[in-house]
Nanobody
Framework: QVRLVESGGQLVQPGDSLGLSCSAS????????IGWFRQAPGFERQFVAV???????FTEDSVKDRFTISRDDRKNQVYLQMNSLKPEDTAVYYC?????????????????WGQGTQVTVSS
């Protein structure tokens, strides 16, 4: 059992920066993968980035120059720093988790999902 809670989503202007946090509970001290998907209206869920408990991270190519994922294993928290935000980044951002290690871009490979936090980039 894993519970995920996201925070940090808000309305920002193009070019702004924003940080999202995800707190995970229920699987402390186990090998796992925690990260982020996003979904904009009318589009499929899109892989953003994941961080493994072993320290490896993977980020989607289209945002890897602007987004950075990091992880605090002691706190079981994952952070997504988003810089130079664009209107196309507008979406609900979901924290996701999987037992063990994965870097899959397929949403079906992640067993646990948070409720999502809304990020809106608009002037």
């Amino acid at each position: 059992q894993v519970r995920l809670v996201e925070s940090g989503g808000q309305l920002v202007q193009p070019g702004d920066s924003l940080g999202l946090s995800c707190s995970a509970s229920g699987r402390t001290y186990t090998r796992d993968t925690i990260g982020w998907f996003r979904q904009a209206p009318g589009f499929e869920r899109q892989f953003v980035a994941v961080a493994q408990s072993g320290g490896r991270t993977f980020t989607e190519d289209s945002v890897k120059d602007r987004f950075t994922i990091s992880r605090d294993d002691r706190k079981n928290q994952v952070y997504l720093q988003m810089n130079s935000l664009k209107p196309e980044d507008t979406a609900v951002y979901y924290c996701v988790a999987s037992l063990g290690y994965t870097s899959s871009r397929n949403p079906g490979n992640y067993d646990y999902w948070g409720q999502g936090t809304q990020v809106t980039v608009s002037s």
